[in-house]
T-cell receptor, first 113, second 116 residues
Framework: GEDVEQSLFLSVREGDSSVINCTYT??????LYWYKQEPGAGLQLLTY?????DMKQDQRLTVLLNKKDKHLSLRIADTQTGDSAIYFC?????????????FGTGTRLQVTL | DGGITQSPKYLFRKEGQNVTLSCEQN?????MYWYRQDPGQGLRLIYY???????QKGDIAEGYSVSREKKESFPLTVTSAQKNPTAFYLC???????????????FGPGTRLTVL
């Protein structure tokens, strides 16, 4: 079945850039997503990228996709303390009427002063 | 305000009891989902429903049951057959898509279930 992997923890200093990495195995993925989860809360979609793109930029966020290596990354520029959270990547094949997401294990981002 | 509500936020039950978690959305979404979250394991899909009166098993459906009698509601029952029910449960909904369009899932705040 599909498998999505992430490192569990990342610590960065405020103002630095953060890079969170993700690898996936399903070559039929159509969309790849980045979600953010703050403590004790649900997930919030940050950004997504279609599988025929290799980069997407949205304000402080940059997503890079290497489809050959099945590697996805999320770069957060000028990281702030409010960015401290768990970040999940997720992939979705085209399944018809419902997006059946497979999530990674999540990367906990800690931002220090 | 449109959104997804889950209740209660915290739930305690004795071992061997069935318990039902509520999920309601007023986003007029066709698709709804239930996930389980355990530390270090990400989210795993329990059940999903693409339309009213229809639902499919996800990756870890054993010990759980759902119903989808109304578009707005997708309750999850954790039965006594679920061997390790203590977890954080997240409900989500999406418009559903029949084409190659992104289908954003919107999440509720979650219910933390502790079985004593």
């Amino acid at each position: 079945g599909e498998d999505v992997e992430q490192s569990l923890f990342l610590s960065v200093r405020e103002g630095d850039s953060s890079v969170i990495n993700c690898t996936y195995t399903d070559s039929s993925s159509t969309y790849l997503y980045w979600y953010k989860q703050e403590p004790g809360a649900g997930l919030q979609l940050l950004t997504y990228i279609f599988s025929n793109m290799d980069m997407k930029q949205d304000q402080r966020l940059t997503v890079l996709l290497n489809k050959k290596d099945k590697h996805l990354s999320l770069r957060i520029a000028d990281t702030q303390t409010g960015d401290s959270a768990i970040y999940f990547c997720a992939e979705s094949p085209f399944t018809g009427t419902a997006s059946k997401l497979t999530f990674g294990t999540g990367t906990r981002l800690q931002v220090t002063l | 305000d449109g959104g997804i509500t889950q209740s209660p936020k915290y739930l305690f039950r004795k071992e061997g009891q069935n318990v039902t978690l509520s999920c309601e959305q007023n986003l007029n979404h066709d698709a709804m989902y239930w996930y389980r979250q355990d530390p270090g394991q990400g989210l795993r899909l329990i059940y999903y429903s693409q339309i009213v009166n229809d639902f499919q098993k996800g990756d870890i459906a054993e010990g759980y049951s759902v119903s989808r009698e109304k578009k707005e509601s997708f309750p999850l029952t954790v039965t006594s057959a679920q061997k390790n029910p203590t977890a954080f449960y997240l409900c989500a909904s999406s418009k559903g898509t029949s084409g190659m369009r992104v289908d954003e899932q919107f999440f509720g705040p979650g219910t933390r279930l502790t079985v004593l």
